[in-house]
Structures are given as C-alpha cells and as structure tokens.
C-alpha cells in the first residue's frame, strides 16, 4: 500500500516534472524568438562572405543559408503569442499585435523570397538572392521591431 | 488707494513692456537673404537629388500609405509631448505646396526656420540642422524639388497644447537654442572628415533623433549623439558616439556599411525609423558614407543618458 503509494507518488512527480519542462520550453518564446533571429543573423554572416567574395561559393553553403531564412519564417510567426508581448527585454514592437495579417505577410514574403535562392547555381545567381530576401530584414525592422 | 492705483498702474506698465519684450524679441526675423543668393549659379540638379536624399525629405512628407516617395503632399503625423505635428506638403503644387516659392524663401524657410509669410516653424521642422546647408547647396535642393509632381491638398494643420500652439513662442525658443550659421570647414581636419561632419549634422540630420532632449525640446549638447529615448514612438534610440557599448569598436567600413545596407558587424538589421534612412544613405556616394564614418569615428566616447 505505501509501495504502491510511493510508486505513484515518483511516477506523479516524474510526470509532472516532465509536462513542467514541456511548458517551460514552450513558454519563453521571447527567448526562442531571440535565438532565431541570432541564427538568421549567423546565416546572414555567412551568406555576406559569400556574397562578397570572401568564401568562394559553394551550393551546400549557399543553399544552407537560405534553409536558415525558410526555416525562421515558418517558425517565426507563431511565437508572438499574446502572452510575450512585454518582459525578457522584448524589442518587439506593439505593432505586430496591432496588426498581426501585415506582420504574417511580411514572414510569408520572407519565405517565398528564401525559397527562391534555394535553386542558386552560381555567385551571381547568389548575390541576386541573397539580395532580395535580405531586403526584408530591414521592411520587417522598419515596422515590428523597436530599439531598446 | 492712492498706493493701490499706484501698484496697478506698475502692473499694467510692466505687462505692456514684457508683452512688447516678448513681441520684438520673438520677432520672425530673417537673417537672410545672404548676398549671394541674386549671384548664384544654375541650379546642379544631380546635388539636389544627393541632398535630397542625405535629408530625408520624404521620409516626412511623403504623401503616407503610398509607395512614391517622390510624391511630397504631407500628412505624415508626428506624435510629441507638445501636441501632433502634421508634416505640411512640400510637392511643387503651387495652391497646396511651395509652388510659389523663390529660392529666398527656401532659403529662409531652411536657414532660419521663417516661413514666406513671415512666421516661425516648430523645429520638428530640423531647420536647426539643415541651416548649415549653404545657400548654393539650398537653391540646388529647391529646383530638385521642384522637378518632382505637384500634389493636391493640404495636410492638416499642427494640434498643440498651450502654449506651444503660439508659433511666437518658438521665437523665444530659438533666441535659447537656435544658431543660425552655415557650416564652417575645419581647415585642421581632412576634407574627407569636413564633408562628413557636413552631412551628418548638415542634411543628414542624424543628431535629431540621436541626442536626448530638454524639458523645452532642445537638443542637450553634452549628450548630443549619445542617443536616448526616441521622440516619435518606442524604445530608444542609440547612442552613436565612440562610447565602447556604442560605435567605439566599430570600424568606418562597418560605420560605412551599416550606413548602406543596414547591417551592423553583428548583422543585426536597423529597424525603426533607421530602416527609412539607410534607404536614403544608400543613394549617396560611397565616398560620402565613408566620409560620414570618418566624422562619427571622431566624436567623443560620451555614454547615453540612464534608461
């Protein structure tokens, strides 16, 4: 009885710890949110080298940085619940719940412009690609992000 | 009673003489017409162009939720502690624009701060930067202006509290704050350096929204590009001086970069109003970001103002 007991007690608390877990991974979106946007900035890092010239180009490298952006525009969007509008020294702006279809459209645009550089085949077509989807870091800044 | 009489006729006195105090000291005088501007050459379009877009005209009076930004009919809303301004329109329309205007009264309009019929602008207007344009590189900025449409109707007008609804007042406000000089070449410093320091605080405007503010609006020069909180929304605005948390480890290159892509050495991506100026820099020389570099890369390491 009191083995029994103990056993659900363990199973209880194992459970609970590991929903715990689940929901503290799930509720800091800032922070996820904040670490996608360093990893499209390592990408962008990348992608620039290449543009440039300082890395000779290579399709895998290429195509890597364009995964980077598609990847960040699907996940992207969904971590701005109403519940992280504020705290963990958010630079989002109000703006993105003011007005949630603009700021959905802006990933899609993001999307639909990495997924063309996915087929790049040389620096030139690089460079044009790389070009056009990073105009939107800047459009997506200029109205959803504030300065802190 | 007599003593009382007495008093109020000291008061009514006093009152005349501060109201004509007031009255002629925030007088809406033009310092100009500078002498040369009867002597100066055709206008040089490809400079107004340049200018135009080292000032940032349109990211004010371009007519909003319109993709033309050539289209300057106004109406832009600027939020502020003194009530909202509404960017006026500037197109070449000659009823609702400065279609009527003579190269004299842009001058005075971005010199001086005085309009054609004689009152003062609220600096929101940054006449208190673009003054340091000289008046040949003005009248090229004017014929630029007036080769883009004209654009009907009128923004509407400014909504201020009291007392900042009296445009006297601002006459007060520039005896205090306002300098009313072109910009002087530092002939210790390169040229490179001159023509940077030029169109950072000349057209490029940059210490408006980079420098805090006093209770009265002026820009506090001791913290002048130490950033702050930014006038027109959320959030800050950053500190652009060589403080070590600001562009200290920046190289001009990166500097020269940001000022051109938007990509700061981290490749974090400016938003914000930025978003707008970087897209105007970029239309610049490359020379010229270089040069606004080399300038930011000579000011002092001045921390920002506590958040």
Redesign the interface.
């Known amino acids: 009885m009191i083995r029994t007991a103990f056993v659900a007690a363990v199973l209880g608390v194992g459970v609970f710890g590991i929903g715990l877990t689940a929901v503290v991974a799930q509720s800091d979106p800032t922070t996820e949110r904040r670490n996608t946007m360093k990893g499209v900035g390592a990408a962008t890092r990348d992608g620039a080298a290449i543009a440039k010239g300082e890395v000779p180009f290579d399709a895998a490298k290429a195509q890597a940085v364009f995964k980077v952006y598609a990847d960040a525009s699907k996940k992207m969007p969904g971590l701005f619940p109403d519940s992280a509008k504020t705290g963990g020294d958010t630079t989002a702006s109000p703006k993105i719940w003011e007005d949630q279809a603009g700021f959905k459209a802006a990933f899609a645009k993001f999307e639909t412009d990495a997924a063309a550089g996915a087929a790049v085949a040389d620096v030139g077509g690089f460079r044009t690609a790389f070009g056009n989807v990073t105009k939107n870091c800047g459009t997506c800044h200029e109205t959803y992000r504030i300065k802190k | 009673m007599l003593r009382l009489r007495r008093l109020l006729v000291t008061l009514v006195l006093l009152a005349a003489v501060g109201f004509g105090g007031f009255y002629v000291l925030t007088d809406p005088r033009v310092v100009s017409p500078p002498p040369e501007i009867g002597t100066l050459p055709a206008p040089d379009l490809d400079n107004g162009k340049l200018l135009f877009a080292a000032g940032g005209c349109a990211s004010c009076h371009a007519t909003p939720n319109q993709d033309d930004k050539l289209r300057l009919g106004g109406g832009l809303t600027l939020a502020s502690e003194f009530g909202t301004f509404h960017a006026p329109n500037i197109s070449p329309h000659t009823r609702d624009g400065i279609g009527n205007w003579g190269v004299k009264d842009f001058v005075d309009a971005m010199a001086t701060g005085v309009s054609p019929s004689g009152q003062h602008y609220y600096p929101a207007f940054p006449y208190t930067s673009y003054r340091l344009m000289p008046p040949k590189a003005l009248a090229d900025l004017f014929a630029y202006i007036r080769t883009l449409a004209p654009v009907e109707g009128r923004a509407a007008g400014h909504d201020l509290r009291f007392p900042f609804n009296i445009r006297r007042v601002v006459g007060g406000w520039k005896l205090l704050f306002f300098e009313g000089a072109a910009f002087k070449p530092d002939p210790a410093r390169s040229e490179a350096w001159n023509r940077g320091a030029y169109l950072v605080n000349g057209p490029g405007h940059c210490a408006e929204c980079h420098s805090s503010r006093n209770a009265l609006g002026a820009i506090i020069q001791a913290t002048r590009f130490a950033g702050g909180p930014?006038p027109t929304?959320?959030?800050?605005?950053?500190n652009i001086t060589q403080h070590p948390d600001a562009l200290g480890k920046w190289s001009k290159e990166e500097i020269a970069e940001l000022l051109k892509?938007?990509?700061t050495p981290?490749?974090?991506?400016?938003?914000?109003?930025m978003?707008?100026v970087?897209?105007n820099i970029a239309q610049l020389p490359e020379a010229d970001r270089l040069a606004m570099a080399e300038y930011l890369k000579s000011l002092p390491a001045v921390p920002g103002p506590a958040k």
Do not use: H, K
Request: proline letters at 5%.
């Open positions: 930014n929304g959320d959030g800050r605005v950053p892509t938007g990509f981290s490749f974090d991506s400016v938003g914000g109003e978003a707008a970087v897209r």
